[in-house]
């Protein structure tokens, strides 16, 4: 049973393009929620997290939403760069992010020059 | 790099063995977890260690235990290997004891179970 879903297995975007990386998930008990960015041969690094009681979290280039009544989490990367070509994993805690993570299947993004 | 290292990189070995893996945290990083990552699964979390006690469990098999030594170092033991038990396992480390916090992810083992 996958608690948390990334329906898409990749995505191709240009360079200079808004890259948009989905998640959904079916636990309403998870209030904290992070995405991880993995190159290959590589472990995967943090990106950015967001708590429930947020809607928005920005970082840069890295924006994550969250919308609570779908159970359902986006990552926006603007202006997207080749070397943003990585594999994108959501990931999911309760209580605050004290629980343990529990990661989506990821989703391969490639940056086109 | 990340500042966690793991050991070996690469594992081959047949059915039925047992194998140790080995994982340095980041320096003053108390938490280390242990993560595996299947052919086009994503990271199952298996184990966390904090300070030198179990904090949390996975989905953890009875074949499997891991412990976390006096200086941090944590060691994942693996036995009567099967088949399905190939996959990446990726250590990582922590300041606190919440998953939450960032996890700096060592570049993992590759088992691969002949």
């Known amino acids: 049973d996958q608690q948390v879903k990334q329906n898409s297995p990749s995505l191709s975007v240009q360079e200079g393009r808004i890259s948009i990386l989905n998640c959904d998930y079916t636990?309403?008990?998870?209030?904290?929620f992070l995405w991880y960015k993995k190159y290959p041969a590589e472990g995967p690094t943090f990106l950015i997290s967001i708590s429930s009681i947020k809607d928005k979290n920005e970082d840069g280039r890295f924006t994550v939403f969250l919308n609570k009544s779908a159970k359902h989490l986006s990552l926006h990367i603007v202006p997207s760069q080749p070397g943003d070509s990585a594999v994108y994993f959501c990931?999911?805690?309760?209580?605050?992010?004290?629980?343990?993570?529990?990661f989506g299947k990821g989703t391969k993004l490639t940056v086109n020059p | 790099d990340s500042g966690v290292t793991q050991t070996p990189k690469h594992l081959i070995t047949a059915t039925g063995q047992r194998v140790t893996l080995r994982c340095s945290p980041r320096s003053g990083d108390l938490s280390v977890y242990w993560y595996q990552q299947s052919l086009d699964q994503g990271l199952q979390f298996l184990i966390q260690y904090y300070n030198g006690e179990e904090r949390a469990k996975g989905n953890i098999l009875e074949r499997f235990s891991a412990q976390q030594f006096p200086d941090l170092h944590s060691e994942l033991n693996l036995s009567s290997l099967e088949l399905g038990d190939s996959a990446l396992y990726f250590c990582a480390s922590s300041v606190g004891g919440r998953a939450g916090d960032e996890q700096y992810f060592g570049p993992g083992t590759r088992l691969t179970v002949t």
């Open positions: 990931a999911a805690s309760a209580v605050g992010g004290s629980e343990k993570l529990v």
């Open positions: 636990n309403s008990m998870f209030d904290y």
